[in-house]
């Protein structure tokens, strides 16, 4: 159970538990690309994830709000619990889920409209506010992006009209507008060039406050730098897992060593 | 803020958004259906009522005089054949050359205008094409002929035979072109000796799919070939064909004609589809022309 | 090695020297000979279309030089006066294929829809097929169908909108089946496959990421496909309903055979007309007289400009959205 925020000394007590991951294998067809995992995930903090091509990191992370399931041929077996339920259980409505976990992708995807439609998209499906409180939390989710004052003069043109890092900005915009607890990072800097990474780690740590968050990436400068803790991923398991600056300094695991030494990956 | 996840407990707006979905499910396979009705219906009647009128005279005999029972159409089926045949001869090098064109050195502006030529080309309305051809051979040549009606079934083939031709020879691995070159072949004897003979299955298969297209069209024959009832197999003079006869059967006021005109069109649907099913089913997923 | 020996000097074996030499020459002309031979034939098709559209020109000078203007904005058809204007013909073929148009674009639309996003993966490569055979049917098979069942199909349909909604000038005129009506339910579903097929092609082409985008953010699979889906796909379905439209105007057969042969403009879906291609084909074998055929000829002419300019635009869209996608009309 959460803490009571209120208590003198929250700032003290461990930060709960967002998610708990039991065991959670997946499958493609016959390929088992995540062996048994068994991690948990604090709230309002950043969590990376690394390991080298291949190693299963994206799948676990896409586990997480259950986007597997729009693969044909995915089995998912375990359990993965959101604040202790069950996120695979048959119950489970899948649209509410992933506006509370929300994903920002490794190549910027805005959708073919305007800044302001883009923004818009998710709270208009989800009937979150409409007209001027719409424009208010379009404003809002653009200055929690940093974005705000660099496309507020261009909200109806196309939001394809922006380069790489502003429409990755505005992607994470896109799904701040929904209001979530989680965002999920795949690799969100990977397609930027180094300025706009910088300002995307910024934001990542501003963010940090209010949601958890969970990045995927092969930058490990990157995640040695913004991350709290840290999990260490290969061939589909999760060998090592624990508080970043362990992670980087003295890994427990033989493997984990060799792969931040650069001997592989 | 957090928000029940759980599906028992739906909010009104969920349900909306989920009888929406739903709802649209069910009218596009309702569309996917209506669209394959059609198709059901015709194929249907086309057997119902071809399949009693066929019999061996209809593929042996000449029409029976107006108003008498009986006869055939196998001057029809024959007139066909000798039209596909004159039509490929304008249509098969034309295309298959000119594709080999555009597939070699088609990069260039030249190139682009001779694609959009072609596919300028095969929008014209057939019945335009058979004016075009009337003007250019029935008029100099004072009346209708084999010879015109080839000429306006092979322009039809043009554009089909050349943009097939085009597609497949580009598809043969580079490789293959390096191979031959190294060993020291000219550039017209690789294309024809190893590209060509590579792409073979894929343009006959074209080839295949541009004559079922034309073995069915009637409206470039009227004024070129423009049909007979006797048996014909001079080339400067009008010849029967099929799809003209199960025309001039069907709008005629004898019942006997218009079984037959039935007949026609069963062994027509008949050839058009399996050669059409048989090329489309060898080019899948090869080829990314659609239809 | 020092540099190539001339030929004068030439190397104990003295196939060498002439081998080099000849093979060049040779290959050059082979090549040279392939190349401009390729050429010609794959131009005769640009001459080709010139050559058509000057046939065309010439042969109906005679009757646009003495109607001018006319010829396209008069309705007057009398071959016995020596009256020629196509109007009508431009009517009914602008409008049965519009007619055609409306009902197989939803259908086609939600059929294609079907196919790219919601069917399971065995289902959709049999359906599609099924679908694009409607497109391998002869014109006249849709024409001797059309007579024979639809027209007789209708006439108690329309009978019945006649009884009902007879006070809209829409349904007034004698319920004889042929007509109109018929003329674009026919067209309608032989237009029908190439809107489903483009559109598929145009919707499968839609990046994953934009779908995934949405899902990520909670949307269901309308929601999804009514939003970035159906609009990055929108300028290429548009251009497939156009390109369908071109389809439609330039129909003969079929359309001949069920839609009347009257040389009037159309006052209601059940009235006979005529479309440009209709009249063509009906009037042209017993055409009386030069005028007669060069105001036939004429109609010839509105109907290729007629469908370069609607091919043209279509082809400008879906190009732009497929990126180079080769489209057969």
Same mark, same amino acid.
């Given at each position: ?265 | ?117 072609? =596919? ?115 080339? =400067? ?18 019942? =006997? ?35 | ?65 003495? #109607?001018?203007?006319? #010829? ?14 196509? /109007? ?12 055609? /148009? ?24 049999? *359906? ?19 007579? #024979? ?52 092609? *145009? ?127």
């Amino acid at each position: 159970m959460p803490s009571d925020s209120l208590s003198p000394r929250s700032h003290q007590t461990a930060p709960a538990d967002k998610f708990v991951v039991r065991g959670l294998s997946f499958y493609y067809g016959r390929f088992q690309a995540l062996r048994g995992i068994n991690l948990a995930i604090r709230e309002r903090q950043i969590t990376a994830l690394i390991g080298p091509s291949g190693c299963g990191k994206t799948t676990f992370l896409r586990a997480l709000n259950r986007m597997n399931d729009v693969i044909d041929g995915a089995r998912t077996e375990g359990a993965v619990l959101l604040d202790s339920e069950d996120i695979y259980q048959p119950h489970v409505d899948v649209v509410a889920l992933r506006r509370r976990v929300g994903m920002v992708f490794q190549r910027p995807n805005p959708f073919p409209m305007s800044v302001f439609d883009n923004i818009a998209f998710g709270p208009r499906i989800h009937g979150l506010a409409r007209g001027d409180e719409l424009d208010a939390l379009v404003e809002r989710s653009l200055r929690r992006a940093a974005l705000w004052e660099e496309v507020k003069d261009k909200l109806r043109d196309s939001a394809l009209s922006l380069s790489g890092g502003q429409q990755q900005r505005l992607c994470i915009a896109r799904l701040l507008a929904v209001d979530p607890d989680v965002v999920l990072m795949d690799e969100p800097c990977s397609a930027l060039d180094p300025i706009s990474t910088l300002r995307i780690e910024e934001l990542m740590d501003e963010l940090r406050e209010s949601y958890t968050i969970v990045i995927v990436t092969h930058n490990m400068q990157q995640a040695a730098r913004v991350s709290r803790e840290t999990g260490f991923f290969l061939g589909g398991e999760l060998i090592e897992f624990g508080p970043s600056e362990r992670i980087f300094t003295h890994p427990r695991d033989r493997r984990t060593e060799a792969y931040i030494t650069g001997r592989f990956g | 803020m957090t928000s029940p996840l759980a599906r028992h407990r739906p909010l009104p707006r969920r349900t909306r958004r989920l009888l929406a979905n739903g709802l649209m499910w069910a009218g596009t396979t309702l569309c996917a259906a209506a669209a394959l009705v059609p198709l059901g219906f015709l194929l249907y009647y086309v057997a119902a009522q071809g399949l009693p009128a066929i019999n061996l005279a209809f593929f042996t005999h000449l029409p029976a005089p107006v108003g008498e029972p009986g006869g055939g159409m196998a001057n029809a089926i024959v007139g066909t054949l000798i039209l596909i045949g004159l039509a490929s001869l304008l249509g098969l090098p034309v295309g298959i050359l000119g594709g080999i064109y555009l597939a070699e050195f088609g990069g260039n502006r030249l190139g682009g205008a001779i694609r959009f030529s072609a =596919d300028v080309l095969s929008g014209v309305p057939s019945i335009v094409i058979g004016i075009f051809v009337y003007a250019l051979v029935v008029v100099p040549m004072h009346r209708f002929s084999a010879l015109a009606g080839g000429v306006a079934l092979g322009i039809m083939m043009i554009p089909t035979v050349m943009r097939t031709s085009e597609e497949l020879i580009r598809l043969v691995p580079t490789s293959l072109r390096e191979a031959a070159l190294a060993l020291g072949a000219t550039h017209p004897r690789t294309v024809f000796k190893v590209v060509l003979l590579a792409a073979r299955a894929g343009v006959i298969t074209g080839v295949l799919l541009a004559i079922a297209r034309i073995a069915g069209e009637t409206a470039p024959l009227l004024f070129t070939a423009f049909g007979s009832g006797l048996w014909s197999t001079q080339l =400067d003079q009008p010849i029967a064909s099929l799809p003209v006869q199960v025309f001039t059967y069907a709008i005629s006021p004898y019942q =006997d004609w218009q079984a037959q005109a039935w007949a026609g069109a069963l062994v027509l649907v008949t050839i058009v589809l399996i050669l059409s099913a048989a090329a489309r089913y060898a080019t899948r997923g090869r080829m990314r022309t659609v239809i | 090695m020092s540099a190539p020996a001339p030929a004068s000097a030439s190397p104990p074996d003295g196939r060498r020297a002439s081998l080099q030499r000849r093979s060049a020459f040779g290959a050059n002309l082979a090549d040279r000979a392939f190349r401009w031979g390729t050429l010609a034939f794959g131009a005769s098709v640009i001459a080709l279309i010139g050559f058509l559209a000057a046939q065309l020109v010439r042969a109906s000078h005679p009757a646009l030089k003495q #109607f001018g203007w006319s #010829f396209i904005t008069s309705a007057a058809w009398d071959p016995v006066h020596g009256a020629f204007g196509v /109007l009508f013909a431009i009517y009914g073929t602008v409008v049965t294929s519009l007619l055609a /148009l409306a009902f197989a674009v939803p259908v086609g639309l939600g059929a294609a829809l079907f196919l790219a996003e919601l069917s399971p993966r065995w289902l959709r490569q049999p *359906v599609s097929f099924l679908i694009e055979l409607l497109a391998a049917v002869p014109s006249i098979v849709y024409g001797l169908w059309g007579i #024979f069942v639809l027209v007789p199909a209708i006439r108690p349909v329309e009978a019945w909108l006649q009884a009902r909604f007879g006070f809209i000038p829409l349904f007034q005129g004698a319920p004889y089946g042929i007509g109109m009506l018929a003329a674009a339910l026919v067209l309608s579903v032989m237009v029908l496959p190439y809107i489903t097929a483009m559109s598929r092609e *145009v919707l499968q082409a839609v990046p994953a990421a934009q779908r995934e985008a949405a899902y990520a953010l909670g949307a269901t699979r309308w929601e999804t496909i009514r939003g970035p889906v159906l609009r990055s796909a929108r300028s290429g379905i548009v251009g497939a309903v156009i390109l369908a439209l071109g389809r439609a105007v330039g129909e003969t057969m079929a359309v001949t055979m069920v839609i009347g042969n009257r040389a009037e403009i159309p006052t209601s879906l059940f009235s006979p007309a005529y479309t440009l291609a209709s009249l063509i084909a009906n009037e042209f074998a017993e055409a009386t007289g030069e005028l007669h055929i060069s105001a036939l000829v004429g109609a010839a002419l509105v109907l290729l400009v007629l469908t370069i300019a609607i091919n043209a635009i279509a082809r400008l869209l879906i190009w732009r959205v497929t990126g180079g996608v080769r489209v057969a009309a």
